[in-house]
C-alpha cells in the first residue's frame, strides 16, 4: 500500500489559499482515480483505492497545518507504511508559481507542515512533492502570503499544476519515484 499525504487547512474559507494547493491536488488525483471515501479517521479525511494495480490511501490531514505530522505518523503506524510508500503534497513559496519538486528525502525548510511531518516520523527520509506557489513578494508576511488565495491571473494556471502534479504522483504511485522523477519534474 501506498500513501499520499495532502497537506492543508480544513474548512471551506481555506480552500483556495495558497496553502492548500496540496489538498487540491489530492481532491484532484481522487476524484480521476475515482477512489473512495473512507470518511474522518486518523485525524484526517481519506479515500482509498487504486491508482493502476497500486492500493493507495490519499489523506487529508484535518489537523490544520502545523499538526499534520500527528495526523500523517498515526495513519502511516497504523498501516505500516514503510516511508518510501509516502509521499507528502504542499506548498513552497521558495520555487516559482507551477514549479514541482520530487525528492526522495530532505529537510522542511521553511514550512512548518513538512518541520510537523518530519519531527513526528522522526527522520527526514520521506518522499515530498513541493508546489511552487512563489515568489514570496518583498517585504511580505509569510504567514499572510500562505494564508492567501492566489490571484485571479494565478488561477487560471492553477488546473494545468494540478494536471502536472497529479500526473506526477499517479506515475509514483503505478511505478515508483525513480520514473516520477524521470517524468518532467
Known sequence: MKLICCLGNPGPEHQYQRHNIGFRIGLALV?????EKLGPKFKSILYKGLIGTEQVL????????????EAFQTLQAFYKINSEDTVIVYDDFDIPLGS??????????THNGMKSVIQCAGHQVIPRLRIGIGPLPEHASISAFVLSDFTPEEEEAI??????????????????IQKALNSGN
Open 31 to 35: 476524484k480521476e482515480h475515482k477512489l
Open 58 to 69: 490519499v489523506q487529508f490531514p484535518t489537523t490544520y497545518m502545523n499538526l499534520s505530522g
Open 100 to 109: 514541482t519538486r520530487l525528492k526522495p528525502a530532505g529537510s522542511a525548510g
Open 159 to 176: 488546473p494545468q499544476i494540478i494536471k502536472k502534479a497529479s500526473n506526477i504522483l499517479s506515475i509514483w504511485a503505478k511505478e515508483n
